[in-house]
């Protein structure tokens, strides 16, 4: 029974193409985030919703829009791919703050 | 705004050996400092933390301590075995970014050769 699940794991397509990456928990959370983690392994926060708000959006290009439908989702729509999206995308949950991430297992973008 | 500033970026240790990894900080404001392990194509997942009112803090062979003057932090692996190889990132909240903003360092590669 999958805490954080993400889906797709994997993504690879084209350059100018629209993508989803979609999140769910089932932890009861309430605070969600969007992670990109680079070639280099280096862990950079995008976004995060507490209870369906957004109240952390990192200089990150329009081009990526959250969209928290409920607490327990929280999705990512990008526009127009570029190479430099290639990266894997990591969702995650905390109950309280500051406390533990709960990551979800990652969605591999593949931008060619 | 926050930093975190991690050291080695990569560690090679003896089966049985003790690693050391040490982050250092530039807000004095943070006050939450966990450790996430990542082993190879997996899910970061915390595996200890420490608050500001504490020093020290220990769980079986892994040990996390915090010198808020010096505004560095340190995690300690004893007696590491081979399973303790991964990539291992420090992290803090609480400064200028608030509570729910969680930074991460840069990352260590441990490798433990048996």
């Known amino acids: 029974d999958t805490a954080v699940s993400q889906t797709p794991k994997y993504l690879v397509t084209q350059m100018g193409n629209d993508k989803s990456i979609k999140c769910e928990q089932n932890?009861?959370?309430?605070?969600m985030y969007w992670y990109k983690q680079d070639s280099k392994k280096f862990l950079k926060i995008m976004f995060s919703?507490?209870?369906?708000?957004?109240?952390i959006n990192e200089t990150v290009p329009n081009r990526f829009s959250p969209k928290s439908p409920d607490k327990a989702h929280l999705n990512l729509h990008i526009n127009s791919l570029e190479l430099g999206d290639s990266a894997v995308y990591f969702c995650?949950?905390?109950?309280?703050?500051?406390?533990?991430?709960?990551f979800g297992e990652g969605s591999r973008l593949t931008v060619l | 705004g926050e930093n975190v500033e991690q050291h080695p970026s990569t560690l090679s240790v003896q089966e049985g050996d003790s690693a050391v990894i040490k982050c250092t900080y530039s807000d004095s404001a943070s006050n939450y400092f966990p450790w996430y392990k990542q082993e190879l194509g997996k899910r970061p997942q915390l595996i200890i933390d420490i608050r500001s009112n504490v020093g020290e803090k220990k769980d079986q062979r892994i040990a996390v301590t915090l010198n808020k003057t010096a505004k560095h932090f340190s995690l300690h692996i004893t007696e590491t075995q081979p399973e303790d190889s991964a990539v291992y990132f420090c992290?803090?909240?609480?400064?200028?970014?608030?509570?729910?903003?969680?930074?991460f360092g840069a990352g260590t590669r441990l490798a433990v050769h048996p």
């Open positions: 992290a803090l909240s609480g400064g200028s970014g608030g509570y729910n903003k969680l930074i």
């Open positions: 995650a949950s905390s109950g309280f703050s500051p406390g533990e991430l709960f």
């Open positions: 919703y507490n209870n369906k708000e957004l109240i």
């Open positions: 932890l009861g959370h309430d605070t």
